[in-house]
């Protein structure tokens, strides 16, 4: 379990300085380019990936640079949700794209349903739900907090239904992981030289680099924790999800002095009830 309290907090910690960092001026997108290089290299040290290997003809490329497109995307999308709807809300929708890249399993790869997963997608469904209805409407931040916490719902769920497709074509995991990482900073990298006509700043390149060490941190250890507990999935499903969303609420509250609406607490319970039914669904 200290592994996936390890990850957890990882986890929040990347949405918390993001959130720190937008405060004072910091410039996200360089930050999440250099975020990149840094979880490139990890990864690289921590899972050594059989790079060597590698088919030129029989990489699917395509899907590879779709990913290095859509992590720096979603995660620029991560880091304005987090300043319009705030880390609270943010951290549940990312937790809940979950139940898109489960219902898409049911319709892409024919995976099998039974009533407990149906009712915990239901459950995840309504959370979103509400926790769109508690965003204020009214104001510009408002309405982009809806539109920011829709992207990073929907954001993730499609990477980790190309992340298992990818895995589907027969590439190992780690090998690629690490061909996303670097191509994610190789495409940001370029997207930043034409917009700010350099790689970065200084203090964004420093945070990019600490933001990735977290970053990776979360994966690596989420990933061992499954190594070490391989009979027991759904715990380590449950634990990691339930607590990132309990730290988030946590950060929200005492950090940032964010507000629960009452919409949001019913969405919060409606989301962790989710992730009990689905981590128990996947131990029967």
């Known amino acids: 379990m200290e592994l996936i309290f390890a990850a957890a907090i990882c986890s929040v910690l990347v949405s918390v300085i993001l959130k720190?960092?937008?405060d004072r001026d910091f410039n996200p997108a360089q930050m999440i380019t250099w975020n990149y290089a840094s979880a490139s290299i990890l990864c690289f040290l921590w899972f050594k990936?059989?790079?060597?290997?590698?088919?030129?003809n029989k990489t699917p490329w395509v899907l590879i640079a779709a990913l290095g497109v859509l992590l720096p995307t979603i995660f620029y999308c991560l880091a304005r949700s987090l300043q319009t709807a705030g880390i609270l809300k943010t951290e549940l929708a990312q937790r809940l794209s979950v139940v898109l890249s489960l219902s898409a399993a049911y319709f892409i790869f024919s995976e099998y349903?039974?009533?407990?997963?149906?009712i915990g997608?239901?459950?995840?469904?309504?959370?979103?739900?509400?926790?769109?209805?508690?965003q204020r409407k009214g104001s510009i931040d408002g309405k982009q907090g809806i539109l920011f916490l829709l992207s990073v719902w929907a954001g993730y769920a499609l990477i980790d239904v190309l992340l298992k497709f990818a895995s589907g074509l027969g590439m190992q995991f780690a090998v690629t992981l690490?061909?996303?990482?670097?191509?994610?900073?190789?495409?940001s990298s370029i997207y930043n030289i034409v917009q700010h006509g350099s790689l970065g700043q200084t203090k964004n390149i420093l945070a990019g680099l600490g933001l990735g060490l977290l970053n990776f941190a979360n994966i690596a250890l989420y990933v061992k924790a499954h190594m070490l507990l391989k009979d027991t999935?759904?715990?380590v499903f449950a634990g990691?999800?339930?607590?990132?969303?309990?730290?988030?609420?946590?950060a929200g509250l005492i950090i940032f002095k964010e507000k629960l609406r009452v919409a949001t607490v019913f969405g919060l319970i409606a989301g962790i009830m989710s992730v009990v039914c689905l981590a128990y669904a996947m131990s029967v």
């Open 20 to 22: 720190l960092c937008r």
């Open 49 to 56: 990936p059989d790079l060597a290997h590698i088919s030129i």
């Open 113 to 118: 349903f039974n009533a407990i997963k149906l």
């Open 121 to 134: 997608i239901a459950l995840g469904v309504l959370a979103v739900l509400l926790i769109l209805f508690s």
């Open 178 to 187: 690490n061909l996303v990482f670097i191509c994610a900073f190789l495409l």
């Open 233 to 235: 999935p759904a715990i």
């Open 240 to 250: 990691m999800n339930i607590l990132v969303v309990v730290l988030g609420v946590v």
